[in-house]
């Protein structure tokens, strides 16, 4: 019975951190303990180990770690590109290691073998094609074609230029300061790619979130198949009930079967909790940026807005309250007229409010057109190309 809450306790604790890791600074979870594990996850647990280093090694060992930082965290680096790549193969290795001995089995046939390879082969070409891919880089070359594909709304970008890059700054895009370069329709600097998503490569990271998520589904059910498999081939339920007399029921029969298979089949339930933790992580990241696909919205956009809303609901704080002053001294003025209501006040003012808060994106033109846009990046079209002035 140990192993069972061995492997509960597992996929808690794989559950937990990763949790607390990737949403952990989400207001929701905000004075929870989620927060602090995030809190101790991304700088606690590095600020103690900088006193530690301080202590031991005094100033010189600060001042190494400060340079590793720097390289690790601001300097393009494929060090988390090979954790990508260590994570899948690690896993793919267990999972031949463990279960393709059992393949033909009962449920799978030999195919399986193959499709699997073939799966976790398409995967890491996906990974290698959105590592590798312009993401959309702005030069002297295509500035004036990136100026002309999107226009500036006057909201949350306006005409200005790269003061890094020296070149003019066309709406959607940002200076990435890791890779040192402007990125047209800039979403965000992913780490596990080593490279921006942007313009010209969003299809395929949207590509690779959703074929790896596939891929931990597939493993999922493959797995469960020769747990499955092995059931019947071994005749468990046969032998429990004829041989052992239990009875034949499932609330009976679960427990023992549950048990047989964390004892027999530890490594493959194992791996099952761990795929079923990153598709759910997997799952919840292709939702978020699908729905920022079909507003035709990119991260950095939807941050960008979130600070002008904000704002706006300041503006409008504001212009209440000096209309509540203004409205009070008139008050005093015309003690005869007779009142509005306090709830057509209150309605009133809502309903200005919200019509003031509105997110009035120019770049949003109907889910499909959105996605056509993704799919067919503005700088892969003829149009794009036809629009490049001639040079001299
Ligand atoms: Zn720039
Ligand atoms: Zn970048």
């Known amino acids: 019975m140990a192993v069972q809450w061995l492997l509960v306790c597992h996929g808690l604790i794989t559950l937990l951190v990763m949790v607390s890791f990737l949403c952990g600074q989400w207001p929701i979870f905000q004075g929870t303990f989620i927060q602090r594990i ?21 100033s010189r060992g600060t001042d190494a ?12 680096n494929p060090i988390i590109q090979v954790l990508y790549l260590l994570i899948i193969g690690g896993t793919y290795y267990f999972i031949v290691q463990s279960s393709f001995g059992y393949i ?3 449920y799978l046939s030999a195919v399986h073998r193959y499709t699997s390879f073939l799966a976790v082969g398409v995967g890491i070409l996906l990974f290698l094609l959105t590592s590798f891919s312009d993401p959309g880089v702005v030069n002297s070359a295509n500035v004036s074609q990136y100026l002309s594909a999107y226009p500036y709304d006057n909201i949350i970008f306006s005409e200005k230029e790269c003061s890094t890059c020296k ?19 800039f979403d965000h600097h992913c780490a596990w790619m080593n490279n921006c998503i942007g313009e010209r490569n969003t299809r395929y990271f949207m590509a690779f979130i959703i074929w790896h998520f596939l891929i931990c589904m597939y493993g999922i059910v493959a797995l469960a198949l020769i747990l499955a498999g092995r059931m019947k081939e071994l005749q468990v339920i046969h032998i429990l009930t004829d041989y052992y007399g239990i009875e034949n029921s499932f609330r009976k029969l679960a427990p023992l079967v549950l048990q047989w298979l964390s004892n027999s089949y530890n490594t493959q339930i194992l791996i099952m909790v761990f795929l079923a933790v990153v598709s759910l992580l997997l799952g919840g990241f292709f939702t978020y940026h699908a729905k920022l696909c079909l507003t035709n919205t990119t991260t950095n956009e939807s941050f960008k807005w979130q600070e002008q809303l904000s704002w706006q609901r300041k503006v409008n704080e504001a212009k209440a309250s000096a209309e509540a002053l203004k409205a009070s001294l008139g008050e005093l003025d015309q003690e005869n007229k007779p009142r509005e209501s306090k709830w057509r006040t209150f309605f009133r003012r809502s309903r200005l409010q919200e019509l003031e808060l509105v997110k009035n994106n120019i770049y949003d033109k109907g889910f499909l057109h959105n996605i056509y846009e993704v799919a067919i990046p503005f700088s892969t079209r003829r149009s794009f190309l036809v629009n490049k002035p001639k040079s001299g």
Not at 167 to 185: F, N
């Open 38 to 58: 995030h809190s101790f996850i991304t700088f606690g647990a590095y600020d103690y180990l900088r006193r530690f280093v301080h202590l031991a090694c005094g």
């Open 65 to 76: 770690l400060y340079s590793v930082e720097y390289y690790c965290c601001d300097r393009p």
């Open 104 to 106: 033909p089995g009962y």
């Open 167 to 185: 070149i003019p700054k066309p709406a959607r895009s940002k200076h990435c300061s890791i890779c040192d370069r402007c990125v047209a329709r």
